[in-house]
Protein backbone atom coordinates (compact mmCIF):
# COMPACT_ATOMS: atom_id res chain seq x y z
CA UNK A 1 0.00 0.00 0.00
CA UNK A 2 1.11 3.73 -0.79
CA UNK A 3 2.00 5.58 1.87
CA UNK A 4 2.16 9.69 2.31
CA UNK A 5 5.03 11.42 2.94
CA UNK A 6 4.96 14.43 5.19
CA UNK A 7 7.97 16.45 5.45
CA UNK A 8 9.03 19.75 7.32
CA UNK A 9 12.53 21.22 7.66
CA UNK A 10 14.51 23.47 10.16
CA UNK A 11 17.12 25.03 8.25
CA UNK A 12 20.09 27.33 10.04
CA UNK A 13 21.72 29.89 7.91
CA UNK A 14 24.41 32.20 8.60
CA UNK A 15 23.78 35.69 7.72
CA UNK A 16 27.00 37.17 6.46
CA UNK A 17 27.65 40.53 9.23
CA UNK A 18 31.15 42.21 9.88
CA UNK A 19 31.01 41.12 13.62
CA UNK A 20 29.39 38.23 15.79
CA UNK A 21 26.55 38.49 17.06
CA UNK A 22 26.78 39.38 20.47
CA UNK A 23 30.43 40.32 20.39
CA UNK A 24 33.43 42.37 18.33
CA UNK A 25 35.14 38.98 16.90
CA UNK A 26 35.08 38.91 13.29
CA UNK A 27 32.43 36.69 11.38
CA UNK A 28 34.31 34.97 9.41
CA UNK A 29 32.67 33.24 6.48
CA UNK A 30 34.97 30.37 6.40
CA UNK A 31 36.52 29.69 9.62
CA UNK A 32 38.88 26.86 8.49
CA UNK A 33 41.51 29.07 7.07
CA UNK A 34 41.70 30.08 10.36
CA UNK A 35 44.44 28.73 13.32
CA UNK A 36 42.16 27.41 16.09
CA UNK A 37 40.41 29.50 18.67
CA UNK A 38 42.11 32.29 17.66
CA UNK A 39 38.87 34.55 16.72
CA UNK A 40 37.44 34.41 20.32
CA UNK A 41 36.63 36.81 23.07
CA UNK A 42 35.34 36.57 26.79
CA UNK A 43 31.67 37.22 25.31
CA UNK A 44 31.78 34.15 22.70
CA UNK A 45 33.42 31.92 25.08
CA UNK A 46 31.54 33.08 28.14
CA UNK A 47 33.97 34.65 30.50
CA UNK A 48 32.68 35.43 33.62
CA UNK A 49 31.10 38.55 33.81
CA UNK A 50 31.06 39.20 29.91
CA UNK A 51 27.85 40.30 28.56
CA UNK A 52 26.06 39.67 25.22
CA UNK A 53 25.41 42.92 22.52
CA UNK A 54 23.40 42.60 20.28
CA UNK A 55 24.56 43.67 16.69
CA UNK A 56 22.52 46.28 14.94
CA UNK A 57 24.41 44.62 11.09
CA UNK A 58 22.74 41.13 12.34
CA UNK A 59 19.73 42.59 13.20
CA UNK A 60 18.67 44.05 9.84
CA UNK A 61 19.98 41.14 8.13
CA UNK A 62 17.55 38.96 10.05
CA UNK A 63 15.22 41.62 9.68
CA UNK A 64 15.75 41.84 5.91
CA UNK A 65 15.60 37.83 5.68
CA UNK A 66 12.14 37.84 7.27
CA UNK A 67 11.18 40.51 4.61
CA UNK A 68 12.01 38.39 2.02
CA UNK A 69 9.89 35.56 3.12
CA UNK A 70 7.07 37.30 3.90
CA UNK A 71 7.31 37.26 7.17
CA UNK A 72 4.88 39.56 9.77
CA UNK A 73 7.69 41.10 11.87
CA UNK A 74 7.20 41.34 15.68
CA UNK A 75 8.38 45.07 16.91
CA UNK A 76 8.79 44.18 20.12
CA UNK A 77 10.75 40.12 20.43
CA UNK A 78 13.06 38.49 22.99
CA UNK A 79 15.57 36.27 23.46
CA UNK A 80 15.43 33.00 25.14
CA UNK A 81 18.06 30.62 26.68
CA UNK A 82 17.73 26.71 25.37
CA UNK A 83 19.81 24.96 28.00
CA UNK A 84 21.58 21.95 26.79
CA UNK A 85 25.11 20.70 27.37
CA UNK A 86 27.93 19.66 24.42
CA UNK A 87 31.47 20.40 24.69
CA UNK A 88 31.08 22.86 21.80
CA UNK A 89 28.77 24.87 23.82
CA UNK A 90 30.65 27.65 25.93
CA UNK A 91 27.95 28.83 27.72
CA UNK A 92 26.02 25.99 28.53
CA UNK A 93 23.19 27.10 26.64
CA UNK A 94 22.31 28.86 23.53
CA UNK A 95 21.06 32.33 23.30
CA UNK A 96 17.59 31.94 21.08
CA UNK A 97 14.32 33.18 20.11
CA UNK A 98 11.03 30.88 21.16
CA UNK A 99 8.13 32.46 22.42
CA UNK A 100 8.80 35.82 20.37
CA UNK A 101 10.51 35.45 17.43
CA UNK A 102 11.30 38.86 15.26
CA UNK A 103 10.14 37.08 11.88
CA UNK A 104 6.82 35.12 12.22
CA UNK A 105 3.99 33.88 9.62
CA UNK A 106 5.46 33.89 6.33
CA UNK A 107 5.81 32.17 3.14
CA UNK A 108 7.86 31.14 -0.07
CA UNK A 109 6.21 30.97 -3.27
CA UNK A 110 8.74 28.66 -5.80
CA UNK A 111 8.68 26.66 -8.92
CA UNK A 112 9.36 22.65 -8.81
CA UNK A 113 12.05 21.36 -11.43
CA UNK A 114 9.93 21.47 -14.65
CA UNK A 115 9.48 25.56 -14.18
CA UNK A 116 5.42 24.40 -14.45
CA UNK A 117 4.32 23.91 -11.03
CA UNK A 118 4.02 26.49 -8.28
CA UNK A 119 3.89 25.84 -4.75
CA UNK A 120 4.02 27.90 -1.69
CA UNK A 121 5.77 26.75 1.75
CA UNK A 122 4.79 28.45 4.86
CA UNK A 123 6.97 29.32 7.35
CA UNK A 124 6.18 29.45 11.06
CA UNK A 125 9.11 31.43 12.06
CA UNK A 126 12.34 32.54 11.11
CA UNK A 127 14.20 33.41 14.66
CA UNK A 128 17.76 34.19 15.43
CA UNK A 129 20.35 32.58 17.43
CA UNK A 130 23.92 32.08 18.22
CA UNK A 131 26.42 29.16 16.52
CA UNK A 132 28.32 26.97 18.73
CA UNK A 133 31.84 25.65 18.50
CA UNK A 134 33.13 23.02 16.35
CA UNK A 135 34.16 19.78 17.46
CA UNK A 136 37.21 18.44 16.03
CA UNK A 137 37.72 14.46 16.29
CA UNK A 138 41.76 13.60 15.49
CA UNK A 139 42.48 10.23 16.05
CA UNK A 140 42.23 9.61 19.66
CA UNK A 141 41.55 13.15 20.90
CA UNK A 142 38.43 15.03 20.76
CA UNK A 143 39.44 18.97 20.05
CA UNK A 144 37.13 22.07 20.45
CA UNK A 145 37.72 25.04 18.31
CA UNK A 146 35.53 27.94 19.67
CA UNK A 147 36.02 30.29 16.50
CA UNK A 148 32.64 29.66 15.55
CA UNK A 149 31.00 30.33 18.57
CA UNK A 150 28.72 33.37 18.59
CA UNK A 151 27.98 33.70 14.92
CA UNK A 152 24.84 34.64 13.89
CA UNK A 153 22.01 32.21 12.70
CA UNK A 154 18.89 32.31 11.43
CA UNK A 155 16.78 29.13 11.97
CA UNK A 156 13.74 28.73 9.79
CA UNK A 157 11.29 26.47 10.91
CA UNK A 158 8.29 25.44 8.00
CA UNK A 159 5.20 23.71 8.31
CA UNK A 160 5.36 20.47 7.26
CA UNK A 161 3.73 21.18 3.69
CA UNK A 162 6.38 18.88 1.76
CA UNK A 163 5.41 15.64 0.44
CA UNK A 164 8.06 14.78 -1.68
CA UNK A 165 12.24 15.33 -1.56
CA UNK A 166 11.64 16.98 -4.93
CA UNK A 167 9.69 20.02 -3.15
CA UNK A 168 12.32 20.33 -0.06
CA UNK A 169 15.16 20.46 -2.85
CA UNK A 170 13.39 22.56 -5.09
CA UNK A 171 12.29 24.88 -1.71
CA UNK A 172 16.03 24.91 -0.53
CA UNK A 173 17.60 26.26 -3.99
CA UNK A 174 14.73 29.10 -4.10
CA UNK A 175 16.06 29.72 -0.03
CA UNK A 176 19.51 29.92 -1.03
CA UNK A 177 18.81 32.13 -4.06
CA UNK A 178 17.05 34.38 -2.06
CA UNK A 179 20.25 35.03 0.80
CA UNK A 180 22.80 35.05 -2.01
CA UNK A 181 20.61 37.43 -4.36
CA UNK A 182 20.14 40.05 -1.21
CA UNK A 183 23.24 39.75 0.47
CA UNK A 184 21.83 38.20 3.63
CA UNK A 185 24.06 35.38 3.70
CA UNK A 186 26.45 33.20 1.24
CA UNK A 187 24.54 29.63 1.84
CA UNK A 188 27.02 27.19 0.79
CA UNK A 189 26.21 23.62 2.67
CA UNK A 190 29.03 22.45 1.96
CA UNK A 191 31.15 25.00 3.90
CA UNK A 192 28.51 24.59 6.96
CA UNK A 193 26.35 28.04 5.94
CA UNK A 194 22.92 26.04 5.51
CA UNK A 195 22.46 23.27 7.29
CA UNK A 196 19.24 21.44 6.95
CA UNK A 197 17.35 19.19 9.73
CA UNK A 198 14.18 17.11 7.93
CA UNK A 199 11.45 15.77 9.87
CA UNK A 200 9.80 12.87 8.30
CA UNK A 201 6.77 11.02 9.00
CA UNK A 202 4.29 8.75 6.80
CA UNK A 203 0.53 8.09 7.05
CA UNK A 204 -2.23 6.08 4.99
CA UNK A 205 -4.13 8.68 4.00
CA UNK A 206 -4.43 12.27 4.38
CA UNK A 207 -7.65 11.81 6.85
CA UNK A 208 -4.99 10.27 9.37
CA UNK A 209 -3.42 12.11 11.81
CA UNK A 210 0.26 13.00 11.19
CA UNK A 211 2.72 9.77 11.93
CA UNK A 212 5.83 9.59 14.09
CA UNK A 213 8.38 11.47 13.10
CA UNK A 214 11.75 11.34 12.64
CA UNK A 215 14.25 14.29 12.65
CA UNK A 216 17.19 13.78 10.27
CA UNK A 217 20.03 16.26 11.20
CA UNK A 218 22.47 18.18 9.38
CA UNK A 219 22.11 16.88 6.15
CA UNK A 220 25.21 18.84 4.06
CA UNK A 221 23.83 18.73 -0.05
CA UNK A 222 20.79 18.38 -1.85
CA UNK A 223 21.72 14.69 -3.30
CA UNK A 224 21.68 13.82 0.34
CA UNK A 225 18.86 15.38 1.56
CA UNK A 226 16.84 13.51 -1.14
CA UNK A 227 18.52 10.10 -0.48
CA UNK A 228 17.86 10.72 3.44
CA UNK A 229 14.30 11.14 2.70
CA UNK A 230 13.90 7.94 0.13
CA UNK A 231 15.65 5.64 2.78
CA UNK A 232 13.45 7.33 5.78
CA UNK A 233 10.16 7.61 4.10
CA UNK A 234 11.29 3.33 2.81
CA UNK A 235 12.12 2.69 6.97
CA UNK A 236 9.43 3.71 8.78
CA UNK A 237 6.92 2.22 5.64
CA UNK A 238 8.70 -1.16 6.56
CA UNK A 239 8.31 -0.47 10.39
CA UNK A 240 4.76 0.11 9.86
CA UNK A 241 4.39 -3.06 8.26
CA UNK A 242 5.64 -5.04 10.36
CA UNK A 243 3.48 -4.03 13.19
CA UNK A 244 6.33 -2.48 14.64
CA UNK A 245 5.95 0.91 16.94
CA UNK A 246 8.59 3.33 16.97
CA UNK A 247 8.83 6.64 18.95
CA UNK A 248 10.01 10.15 18.32
CA UNK A 249 13.63 10.66 17.84
CA UNK A 250 16.48 11.94 16.04
CA UNK A 251 18.87 10.20 13.83
CA UNK A 252 22.24 10.92 12.18
CA UNK A 253 22.59 10.38 8.15
CA UNK A 254 25.98 7.77 7.19
CA UNK A 255 25.27 8.87 3.52
CA UNK A 256 27.89 6.61 2.09
CA UNK A 257 26.81 3.56 3.79
CA UNK A 258 22.90 4.92 2.64
CA UNK A 259 21.51 4.25 6.31
CA UNK A 260 20.99 6.38 9.31
CA UNK A 261 21.06 5.42 13.35
CA UNK A 262 19.56 7.03 16.26
CA UNK A 263 21.55 9.22 17.98
CA UNK A 264 18.26 10.22 21.14
CA UNK A 265 15.02 10.66 21.49
CA UNK A 266 13.36 14.07 19.89
CA UNK A 267 13.40 16.86 22.72
CA UNK A 268 10.43 18.98 23.41
CA UNK A 269 10.80 22.38 24.23
CA UNK A 270 10.00 21.76 28.20
CA UNK A 271 13.51 19.55 28.02
CA UNK A 272 15.58 22.64 27.36
CA UNK A 273 14.01 24.40 30.01
CA UNK A 274 13.70 27.71 27.97
CA UNK A 275 13.00 30.87 29.62
CA UNK A 276 13.77 35.25 29.28
CA UNK A 277 17.38 35.50 28.38
CA UNK A 278 18.05 37.65 31.59
CA UNK A 279 21.36 39.59 30.31
CA UNK A 280 19.08 40.80 27.04
CA UNK A 281 16.19 43.20 27.20
CA UNK A 282 13.23 42.93 25.15
CA UNK A 283 14.03 43.44 21.30
CA UNK A 284 12.22 46.71 20.53
CA UNK A 285 12.26 47.68 16.87
CA UNK A 286 12.71 50.92 16.43
CA UNK A 287 10.71 53.24 13.68
CA UNK A 288 14.06 54.05 11.77
CA UNK A 289 15.16 50.61 11.37
CA UNK A 290 11.55 50.05 9.92
CA UNK A 291 11.76 52.78 8.07
CA UNK A 292 15.12 51.43 6.56
CA UNK A 293 13.93 48.17 5.95
CA UNK A 294 10.62 48.81 4.24
CA UNK A 295 12.66 51.10 1.85
CA UNK A 296 14.98 48.11 0.53
CA UNK A 297 14.49 46.66 -2.65
CA UNK A 298 14.20 43.05 -2.25
CA UNK A 299 14.89 40.53 -5.10
CA UNK A 300 13.17 37.88 -5.50
CA UNK A 301 14.17 34.61 -7.04
CA UNK A 302 10.83 33.31 -8.28
CA UNK A 303 9.35 36.51 -9.68
CA UNK A 304 12.64 36.67 -12.08
CA UNK A 305 11.64 33.06 -13.07
CA UNK A 306 8.52 33.97 -13.56
CA UNK A 307 8.94 37.01 -16.04
CA UNK A 308 11.58 34.73 -18.10
CA UNK A 309 8.98 31.88 -18.45
CA UNK A 310 6.00 34.46 -18.95
CA UNK A 311 7.36 37.36 -20.70
CA UNK A 312 10.65 36.22 -22.41
CA UNK A 313 9.27 32.56 -23.48
CA UNK A 314 12.64 30.90 -21.80
CA UNK A 315 13.16 27.00 -21.70
CA UNK A 316 14.36 25.00 -18.85
CA UNK A 317 18.12 25.54 -19.90
CA UNK A 318 18.34 29.33 -20.20
CA UNK A 319 16.57 30.03 -16.50
CA UNK A 320 18.82 27.63 -14.61
CA UNK A 321 21.83 29.04 -16.81
CA UNK A 322 21.04 32.83 -15.58
CA UNK A 323 19.81 32.03 -12.14
CA UNK A 324 22.64 29.95 -10.85
CA UNK A 325 24.47 32.39 -11.92
CA UNK A 326 24.00 35.88 -9.79
CA UNK A 327 26.84 38.20 -11.97
CA UNK A 328 25.40 36.33 -15.27
CA UNK A 329 22.03 36.96 -14.32
CA UNK A 330 22.75 40.63 -13.26
CA UNK A 331 24.66 41.05 -16.36
CA UNK A 332 21.15 39.91 -18.68
CA UNK A 333 18.95 41.87 -16.59
CA UNK A 334 20.84 44.96 -17.52
CA UNK A 335 20.76 44.32 -21.22
CA UNK A 336 17.27 43.81 -20.97
CA UNK A 337 16.82 47.27 -18.91
CA UNK A 338 19.10 48.73 -22.17
CA UNK A 339 16.72 47.56 -24.94
CA UNK A 340 18.72 44.09 -25.69
CA UNK A 341 16.33 41.31 -27.34
CA UNK A 342 15.83 39.01 -24.04
CA UNK A 343 15.97 36.11 -26.42
CA UNK A 344 18.87 37.66 -28.40
CA UNK A 345 21.02 38.34 -25.34
CA UNK A 346 20.25 35.68 -23.49
CA UNK A 347 21.19 32.20 -26.15
CA UNK A 348 24.94 34.40 -26.31
CA UNK A 349 25.30 34.40 -22.54
CA UNK A 350 23.86 31.04 -22.31
CA UNK A 351 25.81 29.80 -25.09
CA UNK A 352 29.70 30.38 -26.26
CA UNK A 353 29.91 33.17 -23.38
CA UNK A 354 29.06 30.36 -20.43
CA UNK A 355 31.25 27.93 -21.93
CA UNK A 356 34.15 30.22 -22.22
CA UNK A 357 33.45 31.08 -18.40
CA UNK A 358 33.38 27.28 -17.51
CA UNK A 359 36.51 26.27 -19.14
CA UNK A 360 38.64 29.36 -18.22
CA UNK A 361 36.61 29.71 -14.59
CA UNK A 362 36.53 32.57 -14.75
CA UNK A 363 33.20 34.90 -14.10
CA UNK A 364 31.52 37.39 -16.51
CA UNK A 365 32.98 39.87 -15.50
CA UNK A 366 36.48 38.38 -16.34
CA UNK A 367 35.13 38.08 -20.42
CA UNK A 368 37.75 39.33 -22.74
CA UNK A 369 35.74 41.72 -24.42
CA UNK A 370 34.17 44.56 -22.65
CA UNK A 371 30.47 45.19 -21.89
CA UNK A 372 30.67 47.63 -24.75
CA UNK A 373 31.99 45.42 -27.55
CA UNK A 374 29.31 43.24 -26.55
CA UNK A 375 26.36 45.11 -26.73
CA UNK A 376 27.79 46.43 -29.74
CA UNK A 377 27.83 42.43 -30.98
CA UNK A 378 23.74 42.04 -29.82
CA UNK A 379 23.20 45.38 -32.08
CA UNK A 380 24.58 43.72 -35.08
CA UNK A 381 23.08 40.09 -33.81
CA UNK A 382 19.05 41.87 -33.67
CA UNK A 383 20.08 43.20 -37.13
CA UNK A 384 19.92 40.18 -38.44
CA UNK A 385 22.57 41.31 -41.60
CA UNK A 386 25.50 38.94 -40.79
CA UNK A 387 24.12 35.10 -40.77
CA UNK A 388 24.50 33.51 -37.33
CA UNK A 389 27.55 31.18 -38.41
CA UNK A 390 29.42 33.94 -39.27
CA UNK A 391 28.36 35.72 -35.83
CA UNK A 392 29.77 32.32 -33.77
CA UNK A 393 32.94 33.18 -35.82
CA UNK A 394 32.73 36.89 -34.50
CA UNK A 395 32.40 35.73 -31.42
CA UNK A 396 35.06 33.25 -30.96
CA UNK A 397 37.43 35.84 -31.83
CA UNK A 398 35.98 38.20 -29.39
CA UNK A 399 36.32 35.34 -26.79
CA UNK A 400 40.35 35.02 -27.75
CA UNK A 401 41.28 38.11 -27.59
CA UNK A 402 38.56 40.77 -27.10
CA UNK A 403 38.46 43.70 -30.00
CA UNK A 404 35.55 45.51 -31.87
CA UNK A 405 32.94 43.89 -33.32
CA UNK A 406 32.60 46.04 -36.69
CA UNK A 407 36.28 45.27 -37.16
CA UNK A 408 36.56 41.57 -36.45
CA UNK A 409 33.29 41.42 -39.08
CA UNK A 410 35.20 43.88 -42.29
CA UNK A 411 38.45 41.97 -41.33
CA UNK A 412 36.94 38.64 -41.61
CA UNK A 413 35.23 39.66 -44.94
CA UNK A 414 31.34 38.83 -43.80
CA UNK A 415 29.60 41.43 -46.23
CA UNK A 416 25.89 40.50 -44.29
CA UNK A 417 22.56 39.42 -45.18
CA UNK A 418 21.84 42.19 -47.64
CA UNK A 419 21.35 40.34 -51.06
CA UNK A 420 18.32 41.53 -53.20
CA UNK A 421 15.59 39.57 -54.46
CA UNK A 422 17.72 38.85 -58.02
CA UNK A 423 20.55 37.96 -56.22
CA UNK A 424 18.70 35.18 -53.95
CA UNK A 425 16.84 33.59 -56.91
CA UNK A 426 20.30 33.38 -58.67
CA UNK A 427 21.86 31.64 -55.88
CA UNK A 428 19.07 29.27 -55.52
CA UNK A 429 18.88 28.24 -59.10
CA UNK A 430 22.65 27.49 -59.24
CA UNK A 431 21.74 24.81 -56.12
Given amino acids: MNYLLTIGLEIHIKLKSINKMFCQCKNEQNFDTLLPNTNICPVCTAQPGALPTLSKEVLEKALLLGKALNCEINRTSRFDRKSYFYPDLPMGYQITQLYQPTNVKGQVR ?74 IADADMEKGQMRVDVNISVRKKTSDPLGTRA ?83 LEIPHEVIKKMKEEYGFNKEYINALIGDKEMLDYFLALVEEKFDPKISAKWLVGPIAAWMKENFKPVSQLPATSDQFKEFLKIAQEGKIMESQMKIVMDEMLRGGGDCMEIVERLGFKGAETNESELKGIIQSV
Fill in 110 to 183: FFLENFTQEKIIHIQDAHMECDTGKMIHDGGQALIDFNRAGTPLVEIVTNPDFSTPEEVTEFLKELQRIVRYNN
Fill in 215 to 297: EIKNINSFGAIRRAIDHEYTRQIELYEKGESFTQETRGRDDAKGSSYPMRSKEEALDYRYFPEPDMPPLVISDETMKRLNDQT
